[in-house]
């Protein structure tokens, strides 16, 4: 009886033994054999590299990385040679579409992103994010503006001259750009020829005299840099945060006394649905340049949430405050920030926190 007890023993262990081997064999199996479009959406939880590196754990992911959706490229740690083989052979050797591409870099690759961008065109891209951090300024490649699916576009420290033949992005709704130089009419057709855009961001700019924002689909705008005009055209335009950079040259914010045009008009008239406003910086100083208005041709009856930075000094300050506030019947909040002469700028924190604040449509 002992012995056939062993016996019985032995046989339960080796049958839950293989019976483990079996399902750790099956679920291997499924693994292996799931479709290519579903392997490159778990490679795109890892980085670059490591998705690259699954193709050494069998012959069923040896390519499964070149299925990826989402690529995402820093050069970190990486050498400068390296990195540039890396990128090179990711989208070389990708063979379907790449929905989203990621882009930061710390060294200088100007040889290499006109190569890059090109095979990143051919791809298809809905969302293109390119931080270039080296210091100095790129020149954006011409065939980016050939990438038709574009829904998302983010460039920083970069210099953008659109083609002669641009035919605009029909598709794109998010575009922000920092760090950038270009010019009046580049940027004018840019947006112009984005024809769903909903949200815009202009952050710190070079080489732009006169903004004209056409976007009649727009509905989140930022803007932060030097410039000398604003003429906004954004019927839907709900959350707004405008800001002329203190480093402008002087004769851009010095009120025109006998001007006999609105500049708050010419900026703000169109903005029929308006729901938060914030004016720093010294975009006050701008708006009350010329003739002030105390009735807007079109009341903001929408308008919930306004920020303003002010120097009650200035009384024509004073007085486009109030004009604002006027034509603002439905009005719930207001946050004021006083700038004096004696008081440096407010700090990038403050600022920031205001964005932030009335940004919120839940706050509102």
Not at 148 to 164: A, S
Request: net charge positive.
């Amino acid at each position: 009886m002992l012995g056939q007890f062993n016996l019985d023993s032995e046989a339960m262990s080796t049958c839950k033994k293989a019976r483990a081997e079996a399902t750790s064999i099956v679920s291997s199996d499924r693994l292996s054999n799931l479709p290519p479009e579903i392997k490159g959406n778990i490679l795109s939880l890892l980085n670059v590299e490591e998705a690259v590196r699954t193709s050494t754990l069998s012959s069923t992911w040896r390519d499964a990385w070149t299925d990826m959706p989402v690529i995402c490229l820093r050069d970190g740690n990486f050498t400068r040679t390296k990195f540039i083989t890396l990128v090179d052979m990711v989208l070389s050797l990708h063979k379907g579409t790449i929905e989203e591409f990621y882009i930061s870099v710390k060294r200088s690759y100007h040889d290499e992103l006109a190569r890059w961008m090109l095979m990143l065109s051919r791809r298809s891209p809905r969302s293109v994010v390119i931080k270039l951090n080296s210091g100095l300024e790129y020149r954006i490649p011409s065939c980016l503006f050939s990438m038709g699916n574009l829904m998302f576009l983010l460039m920083e420290n970069c210099t953008i001259r659109l083609p002669l033949l641009f035919q605009g992005f029909k598709r794109l709704t998010h575009l922000s750009l920092k760090l950038f130089s270009s010019t009046d009419m580049d940027i004018k057709n840019l947006i112009s020829f984005c024809p769903v855009l909903t949200d815009l961001r202009l952050v710190r700019f070079e080489g732009l005299r006169c903004l004209n924002i056409q976007a009649p689909k727009l509905e989140y705008l930022k803007v932060v840099g030097g410039f000398e005009d604003i003429n906004l055209d954004a019927p839907n335009l709900e959350w707004a945060f405008l800001s002329l950079d203190p480093k402008a040259k002087a004769y851009q914010s010095v009120p025109i006394a006998h001007d006999t045009e609105s500049y708050v008009r010419k900026s703000l008239g169109s903005l029929n649905d308006i729901k938060a406003l914030a004016i720093s910086g010294i975009f006050m100083k701008y708006l009350s340049k010329g003739c002030i208005l105390t009735k807007f041709p079109a009341v903001f009856h929408r308008l919930e949430h306004i920020c303003l930075v002010i120097s009650f000094s200035d009384q024509r300050q004073v007085l486009t405050a109030c004009s604002l506030l006027q034509n603002a019947p439905n009005l719930k909040k207001l946050d004021m920030w006083v700038r004096t002469p004696l008081v440096n700028p407010l700090p990038p924190w403050i600022i920031g926190s205001m964005f932030v604040q009335f940004t919120t449509p839940n706050q509102l």
